[in-house]
């Protein structure tokens, strides 16, 4: 007879529970690439705008001022995304975490855990808005030619 079946159950289980938080670390850190790919493509355009300006004439100096600043505020616009992205990762880990913590000690930690994934959520909704508008942004400068 196995002893040890009952004594790991309920381990088994919170590992069950801690998959799905898990896949979803998975997702935010690819929407994290994302995000950090299209910042350093930002910040690119933004550098050699910038070495145009230096070499432009008088007359095409407010196009590139007027570029700079779409592309400043699209990079801030990431900025926000990725910060807000990286708290939902973290909250998430914690979430994880505090499920293992909860059943180890034989707490009920409940409330912490539906807090943090709350609010994980609501981070990782900000930073897809954030992102949404940082693409329309992108769309609405190149559809009027100012910007990459």
């Known amino acids: 007879m196995d002893l040890s079946l009952p004594q790991t159950f309920p381990i088994a289980h919170v590992i069950q529970l801690a998959v799905a938080p898990v896949f979803l670390l998975s997702g935010v850190g690819i929407i994290l690439t994302v995000l950090t790919n299209r910042l350093v493509r930002v910040v690119d355009r933004a550098r050699k705008v910038e070495a145009d300006a ?22 801030r616009l990431i900025n926000r995304a990725i910060t807000l992205g990286t708290i939902c ?58 910007g990459p």
């Open 89 to 146: 990762a973290l909250l998430v880990a914690l979430v994880v975490a505090m499920l293992f913590t909860s059943a180890m000690l034989n707490v009920n930690l409940s409330l912490s855990i539906a807090t943090l994934f709350i609010l994980a959520m609501l981070s990782l909704i900000v930073a897809l808005i954030l992102f949404l508008r940082e693409v329309f942004l992108s769309i609405s400068a190149l559809r009027f030619g100012i």
């Open 54 to 75: 230096r070499t432009g004439t008088a007359r095409e100096l407010p196009r590139y001022k007027e570029s700079l600043r779409v592309l400043a505020r699209r990079a």
